[in-house]
DNA sequence: AAAATACTCAACCGCGACACG
DNA sequence: CCGTGTCGCGGTTGAGTATTT
């Protein structure tokens, strides 16, 4: 049996878009918007599929892409939003301002990919190939493991509670077996279950990031209280987050849907 | 200069998730 | 609950371009 086609396949024009196919898709986007695809280009008097114009749209004509090459500091993050989430482009791209899933996509499989087997480590799994530095890996890593136990701890007060992280930087190449496990949490019932000396927490209210289980992040719709939360449960990430400096991760674009 | 090879990246394809009737 | 339609994601392809032989 199988589905129907997402669109008629016949005098669909395909490959390559022209300029007067780009800006016809523009044009139509600026004056009705984006959405509904399936209908759009027929509306907009284009022989593609709807697919094709979201894909041109997102990829290529959207007045916010960056273009041009990744700096360092892109590349530096791709790495390590890539230890963390494995190939979710969609999510990586999100943390990047002006950059595709695709674009990201593509940059990592021809030149990051290449540039970390050159350093000996295996992009897949961000651990060192060779496996005679296993053991002195090993070695540092579990070095890192005493420091994050008993060292560093440092205490603060956010709005009244006392909130006690553990600070970690994570060097590259040398914790390759670092454990980043993400869970994303179920809507946050009891907050105060959790303790928060295992676990530095961000969480979303209404698309709005809070940082502290106390504070209720202002809303114009207050009315409509919903959370997600995203639970860094490793007791060896902290507020130092992958050491992302001082850049606290954005979750806004890990909401949950 | 021409052919072969490597590389890049826009575009396609198939699938899963989700919404809706 | 089920079937269908739509959207978005990740993997893959292949045309165009650059580099090497």
Redesign the pocket.
Known sequence: ?G??P?CE?EHM?????TKEEDERLVSYIKSHGE?????LPRAAGLL?????C???W???LRPDLKRGNFTHDEDELIVKLHSLLG?????I?ARLPGR????I???W???IK?KLLSKGIDPATHRAINEAKVSDLKKKEDQIVKDVSFGSKFEHIRNGLVCKEERVVVEENICPDLNLELRISPPWQNQREISPCTASRFYMENGMECSSESVKCQTEDSSSISYSSIDISSSNVGYDFLGLKTRILDFRSLE??
Do not use: Q, V
């Open positions: 049996m589905r129907s997402c396949k024009n395909k490959g390559a878009w959405g509904c695809w399936r209908s593609r599929c709807g697919k094709s979201r894909l041109r997102i990829n290529y190939n979710k482009w969609s999510l791209a595709t899933d695709n674009e996509k593509n940059y499989n021809t030149h290449r949950m849907k």
